[in-house]
Structures are given as C-alpha cells and as structure tokens.
C-alpha cells in the first residue's frame, strides 16, 4: 500500500453498509391534517401576495384593479430593487460561506477538546440568543464614530480612528462581520452535532493506514461531513438572503445604496412609498432568485449524498 493512503475496512464502507430506510405509507385521510394546514398557512398567503402583484394595491386599499404585469415591469425597471438583487446575493453567500468555515474550525476544536461543549461551548452560542435587533444596536454604538468603544479603544493605543458605516465598502462588510458574529454559533452547533456522528471505526482505520490528525481531517472526516456541510451551508445562506433587523438598525440601507438589501427595498416600497403591488412583484421576483440559488445549492448536496452511499 503506498505511503499515505487510506482504505477503509471491508464492511464499513458507506456505500454497501448504509442502505436507504424504506418508510411506511400514510394513507391520504391521515396526510390530510397536514395537508390541510399547509394550504392554510402556505398556500393563501402566496395566492394573496400574487393578487396583489397583478393588481393596483395600497395599504388603504389592496386589489383595487388589474394591472398584468405591470408592477413586475416597475419592479425590474427600478435599478435601486434590481442593485439590491446582487447585493443580497454577494451578502448572502459571503456571510454563509465565512460562517461555515469559521463554525467548522470552532467545531473541530471543540471536538477535539471534548466529547461535551461544555462552559465554552455555551458561552459561544451567547450571540445566537441574543435577539437581532439588539446585535444591530450593540454594534452600532461600538463603531460609533464619536464615543464609540472602538474608537476609544484605538485612541487609548495612539491609533487613529475609523468609520466603516461611513463608508460603502466598509459599511457593507460591517454588516456581514455582524451577521457572521451571531449566527457562527448556530454553524458550530450543527456542526459539532455532525461530528458526533463519524464513526470511530473510520477514523481508527485511518490511524492504522498511517494518517495523522490532518490527514485524517482532509481524507476521511470532512468527506464524510460533506452532506452535512452542504445542508449547513443552505440553510445559513436561505437566512442570508432574509436579513432585515441589522441593515434596519445599523445603516438603514446606506450610505447611499450600499446595504440595501431586497428585503429592505421591498419594506421601503411597501411601507414608505405604499407602492404594496410593486413589493408584492419584487417579493416574487426575490423569492424565484432565492429558489434558484438555493436549488443549486440542493442539488449540489444530493449529488455529495449519492457519492457518500
């Protein structure tokens, strides 16, 4: 066997050990509860949201006449909603991707230290508790150009002092550090919770073969959390697209456009201009974008599942 390689043991190998569990039918009569609270809960709101699409609607009054397409034509002539497209999607995979890999590590240390999280461990999903809104306050008041505490900070060590909400590079970048601050913990849950799950027998085959720690790591632990990486991933990347409180707390879409996230411009456009058949056309528009970017994710996932059996 050449230097370095990894086998793993006959019987263990994933793709003839694990098999696919064949689970039971339901009859309808027993899906229909389910059924039923699905087209309550899911399928009236979207009917409702694509009225208001196709009709002339305010706060005051919705569905007043039909207008076809042309709130769908307003939305996708108006270069502020069809900016905020880009930049939802540039934020939304940055803070995911900067998320997944920093959870990973804190993951991989926190399981290498011990088989429980710990004193630690619960003190790092402090952030995740924490209610958005006050993360966005937090925030703010400690990048405060003026008595901020970082500021202060650098001022007591004779640095000069900085505004990054004050400049569009900067502000954006803000918003993804704080986003990236208080939903790592959630990755590193997760994460950590997948952990748990590798089988000793691999990893003590890998050991035989001659693996060290980053051998082992790179060859045998991360192809085997590869679907749960993926799955991770999506599901921070979906809360990426759906930020709302910190961009409404910390800069308000600005300075100039450079936060302003489709979330936020459908807000403005619904509860600022009372243009709701234009929101209700861009929340569409943003809805299709988010399913096709996340459909991409999916399908990437299925085909690490397959792979992996």
Known sequence: MAEGAITRPAGLTRRRAVRRARLPRVSR?????????LLVFSGYPLVYLVGLALTESTLARPLQSW???????????????????WRSTLFAVLAAAGQLVIGTGLALALAARA?????????????????????????KLLLAPVGGAVNGTLALVG??????????????????VIDTWQWTPFVVLLVYAALLGVPEELREAAVLDGAGHW??????????????????????????FKVFDIVYVVTAGGPGAATNTSTYEIQRTALESFQVGTAAAETLVFSVMVGAVATIVALVRRRAVRAER
């Open 29 to 37: 009569w027993q899906a229909a509860p389910v059924t039923a609270a």
């Open 67 to 85: 207008v076809g397409s042309d709130n769908f034509r307003n939305a996708l002539d108006n270069e502020i909603f069809t900016g905020s497209l």
């Open 215 to 240: 051998r082992l790591l790179v060859s045998v632990v991360l192809p085997y959390l590869r679907p749960a990486l993926l799955a991770v991933f999506l599901l921070r990347l979906v809360g990426g």
């Open 115 to 139: 088989r429980r999280l710990g004193l630690l461990g619960g003190l790092l999903l402090l952030p995740l508790v924490t209610p958005p809104v006050m993360v966005g306050v937090a925030w």
């Open 159 to 176: 640095l000069p002092a900085v505004n990054p909400l004050g400049d569009e590079r900067g502000a954006f970048w803000t918003l993804v």
